[in-house]
């Protein structure tokens, strides 16, 4: 709740009405080395039980933001996704139920698509083949169809395309999802699943692996240096502001949907990073 996106939730929440319990373990690589726990939030680690259901009591419905992000470095992160991420929800789905706190707000990411969705202007709905070295080294950058090498387009994904996760973070939020569905169809409970998108605002992250792209090309501009722009600059991403995450998040406690839903937080208008660094480029003055 100390967080870039927490931080925007509680003040929303607190802005509508609810009274929020704000928790934060207050983890050095999303919020820096010695970083002071603000007053009005308490130190709570999600994978410690006790803590966790001392925090429950009275609580009607939990927004669930505690997450180790980024895509790993190797393997050997591996232990630290799974005890964050899916054994701390573990633990706080058991005190929930514990406590008869039956509505959950989980934060989900937009990364348990993989690659997204791909459609070939012959043969529909496809897995893009892996892109050759010939068409690299000759600047063809897009996707081709497995089945007849034609060029693909990226589509919208909707919200019932399969779950395909490919770093640690995404199977870990593919995980936490799974947890929830299981707790809610056993405890009769309810659970949002919000996939955010790439999330932007006052308060981003900077220099962490917290930090997305924009956060990055900022910091670059902000050194004196060209923000790195890789192969043409076409892949695309959809930016969300870091409020309209908070609203939907505030939507989701108030509307109390039942069972479980799955719900995509983003613009529905991508762009491309060519786009993104050259807009920053030119509000900044730098071309």
């Known amino acids: 709740a100390a967080g870039f996106i927490g931080s925007r939730i509680r003040a929303q929440l607190t802005d509508a009405g609810h009274d929020v319990v704000a928790v934060d373990v207050m983890l050095p690589a999303a919020h820096g080395e010695d970083a002071a726990l603000p007053d009005d939030v308490r130190g709570v680690d999600v994978r410690d039980a006790e803590a966790v259901a001392d925090a429950l009591a009275g609580v009607d419905v939990v927004c669930h933001q505690a997450a180790v992000v980024g895509a790993g470095v190797n393997a050997a992160d ?13 633990v706080l789905l058991a005190e929930m139920f ?11 990411s937009m990364v348990v698509y993989g690659q997204g969705r791909f459609v070939c202007p012959e043969h529909g709905d496809v897995e893009p083949a892996p892109r050759t070295r010939e068409d690299l080294d000759g600047g063809v950058f897009d996707h081709r169809c497995p089945i007849g090498g034609e060029r693909i387009d990226w589509a919208l994904v909707g919200e019932d395309a399969p779950l395909r996760p490919r770093s640690l973070y995404a199977a870990s939020k593919v995980a936490q999802e799974h947890y929830a569905l299981a707790w809610a169809e056993s405890t009769g409970g309810s659970v949002v699943a919000l996939r955010y998108h790439n999330v932007y605002g006052p308060g981003m992250p900077r220099d962490t692996p917290y930090s997305g ?10 050194a004196g240096d060209t923000p790195r722009v890789f192969e043409d600059g076409g892949q695309m991403r959809d930016f969300i502001h870091v409020d309209d995450i908070a609203a939907a998040n505030v939507a989701a406690v108030e509307v109390g949907l039942a069972g479980f ?27």
């Open 78 to 90: 591996s232990p630290s996704y799974a005890s964050h991420n899916d054994y701390g929800t573990a």
């Open 98 to 108: 514990a406590a008869g706190c039956s509505r959950l707000v989980l934060a989900s």
């Open 213 to 222: 792209v924009a956060a990055i090309f900022r910091s670059s501009l902000e």
């Open 261 to 287: 839903d799955a719900f995509n937080v983003c613009s529905g208008r991508p762009v491309s990073i060519l786009d993104v660094a050259t807009a920053l480029c030119e509000t900044r003055g730098d071309v």
